[in-house]
């Protein structure tokens, strides 16, 4: 079984900034994608950032030159610096991880919650 632990949530200041890691442990295949979500009270989880095992990143457009994702292969571990944080940025974040081999597989972290007030 997968397990993804995630950590760093927290308040920050509308502009702060704050990083969120996530480890992933157990039977992982080598060639995976990770990447984080979000969802805010009543709305949909939506894709924040994901990185692949190759080192190719995507972001949702309103995270685009705010946040960066980067991953260490050897650890099973992403993370996620997020700076110029604003109020539509909170949210529980989620960690996930997913491959395709025999089928897709894919495995979320528990969530960690960020708030973005003053």
């Known amino acids: 079984q997968v397990q993804l632990v995630e950590s760093g949530g927290g308040l920050v200041q509308p502009g702060g900034s704050l990083r969120l890691s996530c480890a992933a442990s157990g039977t992982i295949f080598s060639i995976n994608t990770m990447g984080w979500y979000r969802q805010a009270p009543g709305k949909q989880r939506e894709l924040v950032a994901t990185?692949?095992?190759?080192?190719?990143?995507t972001y949702a457009d309103s995270v685009s030159g705010r946040f960066t994702i980067s991953r260490d292969n050897a650890k099973n571990t992403v993370n996620l610096q997020m700076n110029s944080l604003k109020p539509e940025d909170a949210a529980v974040y989620y960690c996930?991880?997913?491959?395709?081999?025999?089928?897709?597989?894919?495995?979320w972290g528990q969530g960690t919650q960020v708030t973005v007030s003053s």
């Open positions: 990185i692949t095992s190759g080192g190719t990143t």
């Open positions: 996930n991880v997913r491959w395709l081999n025999l089928g897709v597989r894919a495995y």
